[in-house]
């Protein structure tokens, strides 16, 4: 007795459910990378038309050995410690109540050493302002004026 098979096995392969898993993959990455948000923080700075210059009457000088000096308008610049920095600011904007202070650094400066004169100035209250441009050559300091 010879028994048959019911079923004859197929010479051919269906790509059906092969291109249905590639494009629920497909869909799967799309959806998911629209998720990946750029890591950059938006952020709107203000504008202006106008510029002004504020000329802040007390200046603050840190050269290249760290030292401090500091001047009220055009006076030449003095030798400070930290202690005897508050003392003239404090002097300073009892003068000018609504003055500025700015500050110039060395370039070879630590950020440390900024922001601890930064701080002494946020400590009493200080308006104080970090100048990023170089002062004028007849205000900073030289070490044969000390």
């Known amino acids: 007795m010879a028994f048959k098979r019911q079923h004859e096995m197929m010479a051919g392969f ?9 494009f629920l993959l497909l ?13 950059a923080i ?7 038309s106008q510029q002004t210059a504020i000329k802040p009457g007390t200046t603050v000088f840190i050269d290249a050995q ?3 000096f500091a001047s009220y308008g055009s006076e030449e610049p003095q030798p400070m410690d930290p202690a005897s920095l508050v003392t003239f600011l404090r002097l300073t904007t009892q003068q000018d109540p609504e003055g500025y202070i700015a500050l110039y650094a060395d370039e070879s400066v630590p950020y440390g050493r900024i922001v601890e ?27 044969n004026k000390k």
């Open 14 to 22: 269906s790509m059906a459910s092969m291109t249905d898993v590639i």
């Open 117 to 143: 004169i930064l701080n002494i100035g946020a400590e009493n209250n200080f308006k104080m302002v970090l100048a990023t441009k170089p002062a004028p050559p007849s205000a900073v300091p030289t070490d």
């Open 66 to 68: 760290q030292n401090l």
């Open 42 to 48: 938006d952020v709107n700075l203000p504008q202006s």
């Open 27 to 39: 869909i799967f990455f799309m959806v998911t990378s629209t998720f990946v948000f750029p890591t």
